[in-house]
C-alpha cells in the first residue's frame, strides 16, 4: 500500500510524489474460509501490527444470511525514535489497539455496501505522535466507516470510502474521504485512489490527520494486492 504527498504543489512536487509515500506491508494467512491472521509495517510513524479477521455471517441467498459480517481486530507498536528531538516514549507509551466489525451487502454482481463501525485506543497521544489530537487529551476514537463499489466491467471497478472519526475529549469530527480505481489483472488487484488522509492502518485512520479537500490536501496513491496457493 502506498499513499504519497499532497497534491496541492502541482508539478512542483510532481503532484506530491516528491514527498515521499507512507509505505505498508501486510501478509495475511488464510487458516480457514472464515479466519485469518496477519503482520504489517507501516513506514509513517514505524508502526508493526498484526491481528486477525474473523467472518462469522456469510452473506446467502434465499432464507440465508441478507448480509455478511465480520470481526478485524489490530494491536499495533510504535517505534519512530524521536531521540533527535530530545524525546522519549517508552514502550507502554507507544501502543494502539483497533476494533473494526464489518458489514457488507452484494446486492447485485455490480453494486456493493460497506459499514464499518471502528474503535480504537492509543497508550499516548501527541502531535509528534501523528495523531489529531491538539489538546493531547484523548486517547480513545471511534468512528462509522461507509464504502461502496460498483463494477462498471467485469474486472474493473470504482470504490467510495467515507471515515468520519470522534473525538471523545474535544468532541470534534475528523473526516476521511477516498476515491479510487480496482483493476483485477490476472491473479493481482491494482488499485488507484485519492485520499485526504496519510494513513494506511486502521487506528490511524481514525486519528490522524485529514486534509482539507478544498484546498487541494489530497494524496495519490495505489495498492498491490496478490493472493497465493500455498499447497
Not at 468532541?171 to 474521504?177: A, M
Amino acid at each position: 500500500m502506498h499513499a504519497f504527498g499532497t497534491v496541492e504543489n502541482g508539478i512542483t512536487d510532481f503532484w506530491g510524489l516528491d514527498q515521499g509515500a507512507n509505505i505498508r506491508f501486510i501478509l495475511e494467512y488464510g487458516i480457514s474460509d472464515r479466519f485469518s491472521v496477519f503482520a504489517a509495517r507501516s513506514s509513517m510513524d514505524k508502526v508493526y501490527d498484526m491481528g486477525f479477521r474473523y467472518l462469522y455471517l456469510q452473506q446467502m441467498t434465499g432464507s440465508g444470511y441478507p448480509v455478511s459480517a465480520g470481526l478485524v481486530v489490530t494491536a499495533g507498536w510504535m517505534t519512530e525514535d524521536y531521540t533527535f528531538l530530545n524525546q522519549t516514549y517508552p514502550f507502554s507509551d507507544r501502543n494502539q489497539l483497533s476494533l473494526a466489525l464489518p458489514v457488507s451487502r452484494k446486492f447485485d454482481d455490480r453494486f456493493s455496501l460497506l459499514l464499518v463501525p471502528t474503535a480504537a485506543a492509543f497508550s499516548r497521544t501527541n502531535p509528534l505522535l501523528r495523531i489529531e489530537d491538539p489538546l493531547d487529551t484523548d486517547e480513545i476514537f471511534a468512528g462509522l466507516g461507509m464504502g461502496s463499489r460498483y463494477k462498471f466491467t467485469s474486472r474493473s471497478s470504482v470504490t467510495v470510502q467515507y471515515v468520519p472519526s470522534y473525538r471523545f475529549e474535544n468532541e470534534t469530527v475528523n473526516q476521511n474521504f477516498a476515491i479510487g480505481l480496482d483493476m483485477e489483472t490476472g491473479g493481482h488487484v491494482f488499485q488507484i485512489f485519492f485520499s485526504n488522509a496519510r494513513a494506511l492502518n486502521d487506528a490511524y485512520l481514525l486519528a490522524g490527520p485529514n486534509g482539507n479537500i478544498q484546498d487541494f490536501k489530497i494524496r495519490f496513491g495505489f495498492n498491490i494486492n496478490r493472493s497465493f496457493q500455498i499447497r
